[in-house]
């Protein structure tokens, strides 16, 4: 089964920058798109950017056009968030998932903490 793994996250200060990175793993598996979500505490999970792996359509949330950018790199099954800009606002854990055309249909990561200071 295929499964999403997340690079760590980490702390950093608010105007800096972070990549994300989501990496795929497993064997025998058909990935439709790939998204980031993030949590903060007390929130609902909120969709960030969401990018298809044919065509790289892309998709954001507003709070975080302009600023966040994701992309792919087939070759190595991986997708990637830059983070620029980044508000204390934008502290939350952030979860890789993976929209599968086959069962069961969707493959979430464990999740890695981003904690934005002020």
């Known amino acids: 089964q295929v499964q999403p793994v997340e690079s760590r996250g980490g702390l950093v200060q608010a105007g800096g920058s972070l990549r994300l990175s989501c990496a795929a793993s497993?064997?025998?598996?058909?990935?439709?798109?790939v998204g980031w979500y993030r949590q903060a505490p007390g929130k609902q999970r909120e969709l960030v950017a969401r990018?298809?792996?044919?065509?790289?359509?892309?998709i954001y949330a507003d709070s975080v056009k302009g600023r966040f950018t994701i992309s792919r790199d087939n070759a190595r099954n991986t997708v990637y968030l830059q983070m620029n800009s980044l508000k204390p606002e934008d502290t939350a854990v952030y979860y890789c998932?993976?929209?599968?055309?086959?069962?069961?249909?969707?493959?979430w990561g464990q999740g890695t903490q981003v904690t934005v200071s002020s």
């Open positions: 998932y993976l929209d599968l055309s086959h069962y069961p249909y969707d493959s």
């Open positions: 497993g064997s025998d598996f058909s990935i439709n798109a």
């Open positions: 990018i298809t792996v044919n065509g790289g359509g892309t």
